[in-house]
């Protein structure tokens, strides 16, 4: 269950981390995903590069299993928020590209259950065998 537990904290991870370096590499993307999923205007500059800096710190938390009812809970909070920001996206499957929206289902359970079993996820973590939540 280790070895599981912590190939879907690596995978989630992946994503993450992948979606934060966006907001580094692309910031104009950034502000385009805030205004039309989150719509929120005027997250560009210097606020895309805070906000990159705070997911960064968070993911890297969560990979490393860092306080983990808190670094697992925001994850599970971030992702869900955007799974359910691009609600139209459902509605229309088979519209350009919506399909690749459902991908955001899966990795949402796998969140919900590394957050559900995070006292059991102690491979590679900071925390070990430790309580850890």
Do not use: C
Request: aromatic share 16%; no cysteine; hydrophobic share 55%.
């Amino acid at each position: 269950m280790k070895k599981s537990l912590l190939a879907l904290r690596l995978g989630v991870f992946i994503v993450m981390f992948m979606w934060t370096l966006d907001k580094f590499v692309n910031p104009g993307h950034a502000t385009k995903i805030f205004k039309k999923f989150y719509l929120i205007d005027g997250v560009e500059g210097g606020l895309t590069y805070f906000i990159a800096i705070v997911q960064l710190l968070l993911i890297l938390g969560f990979v490393l299993g860092i306080k983990k009812k808190w670094t697992y809970g925001a994850v599970f909070l971030m992702h869900l928020i955007s799974t359910l920001s691009a609600y139209n996206h459902y509605l229309d499957p088979w519209g350009p590209k919506n399909l690749l929206f459902f991908a955001a289902w899966p990795m949402l359970a796998a969140i919900y259950a590394l957050f559900t079993l995070r006292d059991l996820d102690t491979l590679l973590t900071f925390q070990g065998s430790k309580n850890a939540t």
